[in-house]
């Protein structure tokens, strides 16, 4: 019986904890989208961990990249419009994270989310809803050519 106990707590604990959550201070961009769904890049040192699924379930979405493969695109600082996105390369689809925000209109929401391209096409677009944690600004990650 005592194990039983146990092993319910054990259950308890697990189930509350998201699969896919970074490492302490490993978080380059997470948010929840309008679904109840999660996206989620973390920084492992060595790779890049790109998930997406719903809260507190195993990801529908779970890749590893080697960091050398991952790009990131920073605002320049001109313009009105700041932007950072980061691309996870994956064969021929790429998941194009991205942070945004008109900084001349304090109004203006923030966008935020993936875009997922196939063959350089754009194939869908996933928006952040809430819970928006965004550490792309300055992320060392070799500079997008596009």
């Known amino acids: 019986m005592n194990y039983f106990i146990k092993g319910l707590l054990l259950l308890a604990i697990l189930s509350t904890h998201s699969y896919a959550s970074c490492n302490k201070g490993a978080t380059i961009f997470s948010c929840t989208t309008k679904k109840g769904k999660q996206i989620e890049v973390c920084d492992n040192k060595t790779t890049i961990e790109y998930s997406f699924g719903k809260l507190n379930s195993k990801p529908e979405l779970l890749i590893n990249v080697p960091r050398k493969n991952v790009t990131t695109t920073q605002w320049a600082g001109m313009g009105s419009y700041v932007s950072y996105s980061v ?9 194009n994270i ?44 070799a500079p997008s050519n596009e």
């Open 98 to 141: 991205f942070w945004g925000m008109d900084r001349m209109n304090e109004n203006h929401p923030i966008e935020a989310g993936v875009n997922v391209f196939i063959n350089k096409n754009l194939a869908a677009t996933v928006y952040c809803s809430d819970k928006i944690e965004n550490n792309i600004e300055g992320v060392d990650l």
């Open 87 to 95: 691309d996870i390369p994956n064969n021929n689809t790429v998941y």
